[in-house]
Structure formats: C-alpha cells, structure tokens
C-alpha cells in the first residue's frame, strides 16, 4: 500500500523552529518529485516547497524562502521540511505529496499521493 505519512507538528511560540517529516512505503522517491503544501480553512491550499532528485534541484515559495528548508534522506525514504522564524501566519495543517511531474505538482498541486496532515500552531 502507498502511504504518506507527515510527522512534527506541534505547538510553537512565534520566532520558534520545527521540522516536520514525511515517510514515504510502498513505492520509492527516486521517480518523484515531493511537495510540502499547507492549508488554512478559509483559503486555498499552497505550495510551500518542493524537491526534486532527478532534476537535483528544489523550490521554494516567496514568503518562506529564507526561512523554510526542503531535504530528502532517500535511505529513509524520508522529505523534510525544516521551518524557523516561525510566525502566527504559518499556522496551518501541513501535508506532504508525491507526484512524477514538477510542473503539475508545484503548478496545480495535483498529485498522486498524499499525506494526512500535520498540524503546525504559532502562539503569538
């Protein structure tokens, strides 16, 4: 069985750092690209970050560029994403998802697996 399994989130106070984790069975990295995507009720999922093994190169959007970090243990079969600076605009549930395709995952965030959600809260 396919599975995504997101871990690490928690309750933080703003300026703090987590790093959430996604596990990857049933199927390896090595032909996918892997995105971080977070959603709040009210707004529509966005993009975060994505890595790439075969292109060898990673993406990141504007509003956490500097502060958020994607990288991949393929022994582990393992993404993560490393957030400092944390603010109270980061609070969100956090999902990870595996696509063949770049384009389609970072561009329309269809995919064709994803985890269940972690949920990531900034205190004030």
């Known amino acids: 069985e396919v ?3 997101e871990s690490g989130g928690g309750l933080v106070q703003a300026g703090g750092s987590l790093r959430l984790s996604c596990v990857a069975s049933g199927f390896s990295f090595d032909n996918f690209v892997i995105g971080w995507f977070r959603q709040v009720p009210g707004y529509e999922r966005e993009a975060l970050a994505c890595i790439s093994k ?12 500097g502060r958020f ?10 993404v993560y994403l490393q957030m400092n600076s944390l603010t109270p605009e980061d609070t969100a549930v956090y999902y990870c998802a595996a696509d063949p395709q ?3 995952l970072w ?3 269809n995919a064709d697996y994803w985890g269940q959600g972690t949920q990531v809260t900034v205190s004030s």
């Open 102 to 104: 770049l384009l389609r």
């Open 107 to 109: 561009m329309t965030g």
């Open 3 to 5: 599975q995504l399994v």
């Open 54 to 65: 075969s292109h060898g190169s990673s993406y990141y959007r504007d509003s956490v560029k």
């Open 69 to 78: 970090t994607i990288s991949s243990d393929n022994a582990k079969n393992t």
